[in-house]
């Protein structure tokens, strides 16, 4: 398959996007886009709170992908180690003083369900509740070993976001769904 570059180059600016990055995610990966992301944030001179949030953001986004991903793909590291890496893509589009960041990954139902649940817990808080559930979840002790970690990262994103967290998820069929996740971070808070 071929892509006309300057279309799509053209797509990418019309709608804003800085960086994009689509394949394997697995723990040591992340450092290599995070210095990418963190250069573009430089090289856009973001201020500094929008940068740490847009970055935080991301941080627990590659975590959710990790986390959650149904797509996986076993690869061979440099050291000859076998290693398992999950699927997604993660977009940084930057228009003004608003950041608009966006991941996809494959999930299955069950995970689907689970963080339905917990966006739509979140998003009905407001930024003081988010607070008192971000301390009251960090001293709990998580035992539900479907629930995949107590949660944090989703509270941190929506303590983050300027406005509740968008989201969709696409049938794929076979048990399978395609998560897509919105966050907006606008310099100063509300958009």
Do not use: C
């Not at 994009?20 to 001179?45: F, N, T, V």
């Not at 999950?86 to 589009?93: M, T």
């Not at 608003?98 to 689907?112: D, H, K, L, P, W």
């Not at 070993?145 to 300027?162: D, N, V, Y």
């Amino acid at each position: 398959m071929t892509f006309n570059i300057r279309q799509y180059k053209k797509m990418l600016e019309e709608n804003h996007v800085e960086v994009i990055y689509s394949g394997p995610i697995w723990a040591s990966s992340i450092d290599g886009i995070a210095e990418l992301l963190l250069k573009r944030l430089e090289y856009e001179e973001i201020p500094l709170s929008a940068s740490q949030s847009v970055f935080s953001v991301f941080v627990e986004q590659m975590s959710n992908i990790m986390m959650y991903s149904a797509e996986k793909e076993k690869l061979i590291s440099s050291s000859g180690a076998l290693m398992e890496a999950s699927k997604g893509i993660y977009i940084l589009g930057i228009q003004g003083s608003t950041y608009f960041i966006q991941t996809g990954n494959v999930v299955t139902e069950s995970s689907a369900e689970i963080l339905k649940e917990r966006i739509e817990r979140l998003n009905s808080m407001d930024k003081k509740e988010l607070r008192q559930y971000y301390k009251q979840q960090m001293l709990a002790d998580n035992d539900n070993p479907e629930s995949k970690g107590a949660g944090i990262g989703l509270i941190e994103i929506a303590r983050r976001a300027s406005v509740p967290i968008s989201y969709e998820f696409d049938s794929l069929g076979n048990g399978l769904l395609y998560f897509t996740m919105n966050v907006i971070i606008k310099q100063g808070g509300k958009v």
